[in-house]
């Protein structure tokens, strides 16, 4: 059975917990949860990580040539700044979706530049919950060619 | 039974005719009826319609008031020129989903602005055929709530 | 009798229904009511036009030459990112008056550039329906030298 | 009776000795003679005060406050670097209207930015004297409302 | 007998009549007539359009597609603001040459800008009705190699 | 005993009158007394000054040297747009804090330059009256030394 | 007794061996002492801790929610990069003091950008150990409120 | 006989006491004192004037006219700052000379902008004291000829 | 018999040596071959000089004045950066055109910029050989009216 | 025997394993291996390390203050976003060489700026692992003096 | 007795040939004549030079060095674009005196960078001929200290 | 045996009499000479040449094409400012490596853009001599493969 990936960026452990109007009251857990059983559902296996530090995210991306089919991250704060998560989706070769719970495009300035999304097969912005999941049936459309 | 506006702007009535490496040999004819298709699978329905004027855009967006739930629009070239559709957007009070064949941040500098986005509830970005998929499918999840 | 052509640039024929913190619920024909009035009360001709179409406006201003002695124009969302209008505008060699419903200073960073004022031989922003008053005004008083 | 306050910015008071091609040859006394005149007319008491140091633009601005109904003010160059003035206007709350008697988008790129036009009503500019006037039937409006 | 469609955008329909020192004072149906007899001359059919509308000029751009041998395109004001035309141009694959009358090297600042001209072939400017009549040279040539 | 001179930059003497959500309702007098009252607590005098005028303020750093041991200064709108202010603090040779009541980073963009924070020892911004306070204890701890 | 969390950014655990002429010779182990007599003093618990870690700051701004009253944090050179800590620091809702040792207007243009800054209540920079002493202050006038 | 006002800007009062190591430890009376000599050695009236404020800088400039057959100024930190003085000097129409004690383009970059400049018929900067009598004599040539 | 100055900038004297799928296999002999034919066949005479250096492009120019009715002119490198070329050019008065083998439009950012363009009649760029050719008769069609 | 310290950044781990066309087929064990048969052949005992953390090259490098004698660091993605590891490298007094395998100004804008450059002896870039071993022929040569 | 070199950069050759209403009718002999006679008359001798050339340029600067005791230089065109000439006048310890005939801030945005100026002891702008005739004096001021 | 060219930009003649503290006290024969031997004991012959001329450097890199197997560069000024050295580097197809005496990176704003630098191999900065004997061994190391 295929496996995929999904990684959360920093900060996103406080879902639910912070800025509930921006991002809702849904928990990570539960959204792991919601990721998890869709995968059942669709006959793919469905692991989900979340770290606060770049370079764990880093060490993640690394370590996922070779044991998943499909890479879906949503890298929060790091997709504005960080060239080594970059850099570390550029060293794999499975399909990456790029996944945000907002509309980056209604945010600040420094928002607006994505050192990432060049890296990703493509990028799903602003369905909360539903970024992630309409992410894991593009990151599925991709390796079921 | 619910309503989808799918709008097609500018040259994506060559589709499959020009740059094939970019965006695929897919017809615009094609895409559509898949469109209609996935929407009567799902109990919507789904018209698409398709200019290469900004103007007649404009109108298309102002005439979905009232006869459409959502609008699913890529808005090709206009996404980064255009303001009259910008406005024509906020000026409905439908969601309204963005999509684009291509990952425009793997494109030149001047696609990397979008004026339409942010007004947009969210957008997809990159996956060919199925970005038009997964923004009916955003679409309606955001109209069955 | 002298002739003034006001132009009506896209969207505005939403006036009333969208917006409308932002613009007022004024209809736009009410507006063209109110100036066809006010120019029979000074003396004067008034005929108003509007179009979403880039080009038909560029159209209708080639006609006001040799057809009205002033022009009032809102070029609303193409106050930015018309030459083809601002070329227009500069073809014609009547007096010319730019009006804004909305304080453009308040508003986003790309409304912030105009490309047709300085063709313009004054602008009047932020007053409402009277910012077409006063420019009807100012139109009057060039003509009358 | 309603009063309106017309505060001219620095070397207003030079008007018909300098720059006659830019600003014609009309004097500040002629000028204010014709606005009280006009508020004669339409029922409102119009002062008018010139200076040219920014601290005693300040100064009027705050006194404006209880005394007048409405503030019509051209702070010529102090339109370009005065945070001083924008925060005095921000002060007080009463309508202000903005004049100028150029077209100040036909000026210079330094001439561009408008530090004071955010925080007016609205603006008027490049109609010679009639801007004043055309800013003070604006300002009457806002507070015969 | 190969066939070259000369494209005129905005405004161009009113040479002669606009600022004519500094586009000269020959109508439009003129350069077409010598842009006929040039090609005549030298074996051609040269067939010649013009539209203010954006959105004509790219589905006459579009249709060029199977229809001729080679395009010569004098965008005007679009030059520098349409990214549909470009798109449009990059979805044909006949030889382009970009013409102007003036040079726009000597015009304002965001006339400098040029969205177009990486498609094209080539680009000819400033020679007045010369512009058009070199461009085709150059079409022809590139046609007949 | 040792002096501190405490300035107050311009449309500061309207605190508690204007935008009382951003600044808080306490005047200017009030801040004085309370500045004066700690002062005396803690063995030193503070003289306080407000003007709205550039030039004033200059005058009075430079008469500040020879008079008093430490500078507190709150340079209002001047802070972003006054070099000769800037000059008068390079000039003397005494402790110079700089104290904002609202946290300039939260502020237009145009209030992000300081020309003045350079000059200054240190910086306290955004906490109301008590940046103030923590001011002139800062300017203590300088000249205790 | 209310408690407040001091934390220190990357390299600060080398102060007093590094650039000593920037920041002195003290160490930090003694701004610690300090900084916890000071809160003894006035009758809170004051608990430091240092990171050069980015994910772990992160960290432990997220568990200071709950545990702790106020935040006195001097993010050191993430100020200027971590998008990351301005979300950690967004998500809690408790008091925040950013200081500097340095005035970081007189140091290079890179770090005249705060990312961190504008999700503060204040900022103190500038006065050396005294900025932890007076950013302590702050904190604690915050919640005696 | 011919006369010719010299003014100096904001902070020129402080000559001699600040900044020794910038701007030399000559005072002002004694630079007014040289040109003077200088003046009536060459059989001109030298008058010398200095202030901090913009304002009074204006009204002296327009006094100026018709009073004083040249101007040469120093206008300091207002150098980079007033459109108000720039508008000052446009209005008269005496021969203008710029002087600078100091080497401006060895300055801070915000000082590499200049204002008045343009208006002036030339400049003369970094020769100290000789600046000034450098200017004097750019303006007795002026007006000699 | 009317004579041209045909002058080619730094390396084209590597022509066919060098970069040939950018600039073709055609020696720079053979193309001032071609050119001088050409100018025999219209009956002008084509004189055609290279240089590397500059300073001996700019005597070139400077003696084209009185000796030459027309110059055309490939820059090269030099386009982008030599403001004393263009003095050159702007210190003769006969007719120049401005040529180049590549569309400049489509290479390196530096390239985008011309500091001699404005200065010529016109522009032709990215035709091969064929740009000197079309240049030569764009020069002869100027000094033939 | 003098110690070097090598220090490999973000994805170094992964070398010879991704974009092979880019850093070769080396791996970076080998790099290591080959770096220390150099060291011992030139008398120096050479240490490497490497890491995905920002925070763990930052403590690497302030651990090595002390018992290296010179660091030769690629801090890869780091480079060009890390303020903090640049903060590291000032705080330590020993020759710091920076190398890069790929010629960073061949690469993405984003990669021109450095941060870390400034802080270093000097800069060895494009040379593959030839990099490293004339990086560690340089800090000899600095330490050997 | 002392010797001061005169420099004239690039095209200063055509003066009185070129741009008339721009620099005067004056030959450049004309302008060395003068300051001959003007060194002779205060007791120095003047040599002066022209290139077009900026290598000749560097190597007189360079030659400069021990033969002569001040320099005074128009380094024209070259001021905006030569880092060369910069650190040639660098290189020597001769007092040097920056001098252009037109105001350079009258003039094109490309020149109003100089990259020469901050080598200068100082610069005189603006006044013709006269501009020659007032470096050497300001040169003569600083070699007769 | 093998041949290297090694090239030294403007002012490099000057080496040893300069800014001693900016590049040391070594001459360039002396350079030459140490590099001479160099190769010498490594089987390449190693010739050397200077100039202050943009085109007689551009002159003599086209001519080591055929003659020499590598190119050693210090482009001095010209790194920054000629695109004409930068083709012509293009134009030949041997090894280049960039060298510079300083880090560049520790310099002036105007040295950090290297057009020379993306057609070098790579490149070595700021280790003063010892920066052309590396180049060197990097050279030789790309010739020997």
């Given at each position: 059975?295929?496996?995929?990936?999904?990684?959360?960026?920093?900060?996103?452990?406080?879902?639910?917990?912070?800025?509930?109007d921006v991002y809702g009251n849904?928990?990570?857990?539960?959204?792991?949860?919601?990721?998890?059983?869709?995968?059942?559902?669709?006959?793919?296996?469905?692991?989900?990580?979340?770290?606060?530090?770049?370079?764990?995210?880093?060490?993640?991306?690394?370590?996922?040539?070779?044991?998943?089919?499909?890479?879906?991250?949503?890298?929060?704060?790091?997709?504005?700044?960080?060239?080594?998560?970059?850099?570390?989706?550029?060293?794999?070769?499975?399909?990456?979706?790029?996944?945000?719970?907002?509309?980056?495009?209604?945010?600040?300035?420094?928002?607006?530049?994505?050192?990432?999304?060049?890296?990703?097969?493509?990028?799903?912005?602003?369905?909360?919950?539903?970024?992630?999941?309409?992410?894991?049936?593009?990151?599925?459309?991709?390796?079921?060619?």
């Amino acid at each position: 059975m295929k496996k995929i990936l999904v990684l959360h960026g920093p900060n996103l452990n406080m879902l639910g917990e912070r800025e509930v109007d921006v991002y809702g009251n849904i928990k990570l857990e539960e959204i792991n949860r919601q990721l998890k059983t869709f995968g059942q559902d669709h006959g793919f296996i469905i692991e989900a990580c979340q770290s606060n530090s770049e370079g764990d995210l880093v060490t993640m991306i690394q370590k996922a040539k070779g044991s998943f089919d499909a890479l879906v991250i949503n890298p929060a704060a790091f997709t504005h700044t960080s060239i080594a998560i970059r850099d570390a989706l550029s060293a794999i070769d499975i399909p990456i979706v790029e996944v945000h719970l907002s509309n980056i495009y209604q945010r600040e300035e420094f928002r607006q530049r994505s050192l990432t999304a060049p890296i990703a097969k493509g990028i799903i912005s602003g369905f909360g919950v539903n970024s992630y999941l309409l992410g894991v049936r593009a990151a599925i459309e991709q390796i079921s060619r």
